[in-house]
């Protein structure tokens, strides 16, 4: 009787301890709302992403933004543009730190032109991601498409400046 009691507790104590899991794992916040200074939107961009819960250490994230940037002469620059980055990740990892693994496209709009630059990258990242609604969220990425300049930070055969490091700061919610 005492086996059966005590093997009935030790049973009891581990669903409890994997509805606690489970309850955290339903709580994490599904949504990001971020500025990223470099990186793959231009020199600024403002983004959203929408993260889906696959498992306990894996989540697909996607992203969609809209930023700006400029040709590569800083002191005189003579065209702007504007750039809409979109990426799709996997996130791996533990409760808050997570590695980010994934592949993402920029279009470049000239600004009062015609003109328009496709680039396509894979992404490498690491990211601070809350487990509670309205708390601040960080990343650091670097993401290198295959038509970078060797000689600057542009894309080959135009003057857009594509910085590779991207660091971002925001709310998720």
């Not at 620059?77 to 990892?93: A, D, H, K, Q, V």
């Not at 000239?110 to 003109?115: A, L, S, T």
């Amino acid at each position: 009787m005492k086996q059966k009691l005590i093997l009935f507790f030790v049973i009891a104590c581990c669903l409890n301890g994997m509805n606690q899991d489970l309850k955290f794992f339903n709580q994490r916040p599904k949504k990001n709302l971020f500025l990223e200074l470099a990186g793959n939107g231009g020199l600024l961009s403002i983004n959203h992403e929408k993260i889906n819960l696959i498992s306990f250490k894996l989540m697909m994230v996607s992203k969609i933004g809209l930023g700006c940037t400029q040709d590569y002469s800083f002191k005189s620059p003579e065209n702007y543009f504007i750039s809409l980055p979109g990426n799709l990740t996997f996130c791996f990892g533990k409760r808050r730190m997570l590695f980010e693994l994934g592949l993402g496209a920029t279009v470049f709009l000239k600004v009062n032109d015609p003109f328009y630059e496709f680039s396509f990258y894979p992404i490498i990242g690491y990211r601070f991601q809350p487990l509670k609604a309205n708390k601040l969220f960080l990343k650091a990425t670097i993401s290198l498409p295959q038509n970078l300049g060797s000689s600057n930070f542009s894309v080959s055969n135009s003057e857009i400046i594509f910085i590779p490091i991207g660091i971002s700061i925001g709310k998720s919610f």
